[in-house]
T-cell receptor
Framework: AAGVIQSPRHLIKEKRETATLKCYPI?????VYWYQQGPGQDPQFLIS???????DKGSIPDRFSAQQFSDYHSELNMSSLELGDSALYFC?????????????FGEGSRLTVL | GQSLEQPSEVTAVEGAIVQINCTYQ??????LSWYQQHDGGAPTFLSY????GLEETGRFSSFLSRSDSYGYLLLQELQMKDSASYFC???????????FGSGTQLTVLP
């Protein structure tokens, strides 16, 4: 079965640089989510898109932006990177939240900022 | 806003039963989910309770009491591979986001 695909899996950037993460949700899922997870922490919700329109916004810094395209893939753009942005970034997709409570997560993109 | 409380660590031995509790405070409640996450891996959905009562899926069961704002995940016949972090989570906002608890690190000893 198709899963959520994220790229790149690993990314190393310098401070003040820009990074772009890509996500391909499971076909026919109506919602895409982005989460940030630091070491030993719970996944922190950043932003979600429902049917390609921005839906909910969480603790996403102003330096970050995201969008979902006509082919349903989504990108998370991070600018002026800081050391504290080093984390695992997960994309997830769902169909039917909140009735199912189930998100399907990608394997994540590990960002390291030096 | 949303607040979910769960124990930070639990330790048990192989073959045992362990219960991980979760209490929550939400401005709107749809249901309670449970996720498992191994180190460096992705969160994986385990179960969801939209109504009060017990849901059973193999060795894992989950319980919800809406009147008590409380739920738990029950893991039976523990195996070494069950060593992981377990998160309770609730849909929140416009329901297009899932808010996670701080997670419970389960260690299964031989």
């Amino acid at each position: 079965a198709a899963g959520v695909i994220q790229s790149p899996r690993h990314l190393i950037k310098e401070k003040r640089e820009t990074a772009t993460l890509k996500c391909y949700p499971i076909p026919r899922h109506d919602t895409v989510y982005w989460y940030q997870q630091g070491p030993g922490q719970d996944p922190q919700f950043l932003i979600s898109f429902y049917e390609k329109m921005q839906s909910d916004k969480g603790s996403i810094p102003d330096r970050f932006s995201a969008q979902q395209f006509s082919d349903y893939h989504s990108e998370l753009n991070m600018s002026s990177l800081e050391l504290g942005d080093s984390a695992l970034y997960f994309c997830a997709s769902s169909l039917g939240l909140p009735n199912t409570g189930e998100l399907f997560f990608g394997e994540g993109s590990r960002l390291t900022v030096l | 806003g949303q607040s979910l409380e769960q124990p930070s660590e639990v330790t048990a031995v192989e073959g045992a039963i362990v219960q991980i509790n979760c209490t929550y405070q939400t401005s709107g409640f749809y249901g309670l989910s449970w996720y498992q996450q191994h180190d460096g891996g992705a969160p994986t959905f385990l179960s969801y309770n939209g109504l009060d009562g017990l849901e059973e899926t193999g060795r894992f069961s989950s319980f919800l009491s809406r009147s008590d704002s409380y739920g738990y995940l029950l893991l039976q016949e523990l195996q070494m591979k069950d060593s992981a972090s377990y998160f309770c989570a609730v849909p929140s906002g416009s329901a297009r986001q899932l808010t996670f608890g701080s997670g419970t690190q389960l260690t299964v000893l031989p």
